[in-house]
């Protein structure tokens, strides 16, 4: 069945980059310095390199930075904003040189869990975390991925509402692996610790974490991602490929998948897009219809 949907895959692509000649240009693209952004990305890069362009790929832990370089000209995509909650203010900033282009997924959210088997009862919103009995348990360390800043400012901003500084918890930024490893100790030995998470991140696939209320609206409520771009780029992209990236919707789930892929695999980002997208043949033909 696999071999069937990748021999389906390669001929769509070829009916949709058939008769394209290499254009010769590039294309700029730039995203957050995360693993779904780069999941998000790949999938566009797959569709302008068969197309025939190179791809450049941007990479900043700021989107205030990447917004901005979008605006002047620097790069011709950015993903994602986060509209109208995270990016807003920035966005608001330089409107006037952007284009939204494709909503490519809904619920794009940022929030503190704590995993599943520490009692809802005793933990269900952030305040709960400052209750002493709660205190005596939890790790004071919120540790949090360093290559996410979106994130961590969310976060900042959350400490500081519940005044969960004064209870003692402190925000720790670690490189992946680190992190990575961290949450992966504390899970095995039932240890009670909040974590700062994102969705489509792929921590959400396994359903171990619980997100707690957010009650005071600190950290935001969700948004939806979009394709940026910057208002000159469509003048550059064939008229047919622009349509293309315009129809290419996505979810959190199957960026949270493409993700997963990546990580189990070893894969660079662009592999897995490749293989997900073979194995979702309906979605990609959507995409490259005239219709």
Request: proline share 3%.
């Amino acid at each position: 069945m696999f071999k069937k949907l990748v021999l389906l895959f390669v001929l769509q692509l070829s009916i949709l980059f058939s008769g394209n000649i290499a254009h010769a240009l590039t294309v700029k693209i730039g995203h957050n310095d995360t693993s779904y952004d780069a999941a998000s990305a790949a999938l566009f890069k797959v569709v302008f390199e068969r197309s025939g362009y190179n791809v450049s790929e941007i990479i900043s832990g700021d989107p205030d930075v990447l917004l901005s370089m979008l605006a002047r000209g620097e790069i011709d995509f950015y993903l994602s904003a986060w509209l109208p909650g995270r990016d807003a203010e920035t966005f608001a900033t330089y409107e006037e040189n952007l284009t939204l282009v494709t909503a490519l997924y809904e619920n794009a959210s940022s929030f503190l869990a704590v995993p599943n088997y520490i009692p809802k009862s005793m933990v269900n919103n952030i305040e709960d975390l400052s209750k002493p009995e709660i205190i005596e348990k939890m790790n004071k360390s919120i540790n949090l991925d360093k290559r996410d800043r979106a994130l961590a400012k969310l976060m900042g901003r959350a400490i500081e509402t519940y005044g969960l500084s004064t209870a003692g918890y402190e925000l720790v930024t670690m490189p992946s692996r680190e992190w990575e490893t961290n949450l992966n100790e504390q899970m095995a030995e039932k240890k009670w610790f909040s974590v700062p998470m994102t969705k489509p991140h792929l921590l959400n696939l396994n359903k171990k974490f619980r997100v707690l209320k957010d009650t005071r609206n600190a950290i935001g409520a969700g948004d939806t991602a979009w394709l940026v771009a910057n208002k000159k780029t469509q003048k550059k992209i064939a008229t047919h490929i622009f349509e293309i990236i315009t129809k290419m919707e996505l979810s959190t789930k199957w960026i949270a998948e493409l993700e997963q892929m990546a990580a189990e695999n070893d894969w660079p980002h662009y592999v897995a897009a490749r293989v997900w997208m073979a194995g979702h043949p309906y979605t990609v033909e959507y995409w490259i219809s005239s219709e």
